[in-house]
Nanobody
Framework: QVQLVESGGGLVQAGGSLRLSCAAS????????MGWFRQAPGKEREFVAA????????FYANSVKGRFTISRDNAKNTVYLQMNSLKPEDTAVYYC?????????????????WGQGTQVTVSS
């Protein structure tokens, strides 16, 4: 069983930054690839970024590449999403997710465990 709790969301102006955290309650955190997804009102959940179990490799959606950075600290059972140069279109509920599969999966179905989400709102 994996429990995930996101934090760090909030309201920020366009061009600003936020850092999301996701704390995992699991015995073998390093055994899971971790991902971030987001869902805006009226839209489907979309992939944002993923990181390999060891943390050595990452994978991003084109819409956030160069602005967002995913990282993890396996000693702290935590994954992070540093979001810079935020745009109003980044406004969404952000979810972290855990997968036992290879990290280069961008579909929600590849992730078996989900947090409850944290709201990010970017004002123009």
């Amino acid at each position: 069983q994996v429990q995930l709790v996101e934090s760090g969301g909030g309201l920020v102006q366009a061009g600003g930054s936020l850092r999301l955290s996701c704390a995992a309650s699991v015995r073998t955190f390093s055994g899971y690839a971790m991902g971030w997804f987001r869902q805006a009102p009226g839209k489907e959940r979309e992939f944002v970024a993923a990181i390999r179990q060891s943390g050595g490799s990452t994978f991003y959606a084109n819409s956030v590449k160069g602005r967002f950075t995913i990282s993890r600290d396996n000693a702290k059972n935590t994954v992070y999403l540093q979001m810079n140069s935020l745009k109003p279109e980044d406004t969404a509920v952000y979810y972290c997710a855990a997968s036992t599969l290879y990290y280069r999966h961008s579909t929600a179905a590849s992730y078996g465990y989900w947090g409850q989400g944290t709201q990010v709102t970017v004002s123009s």
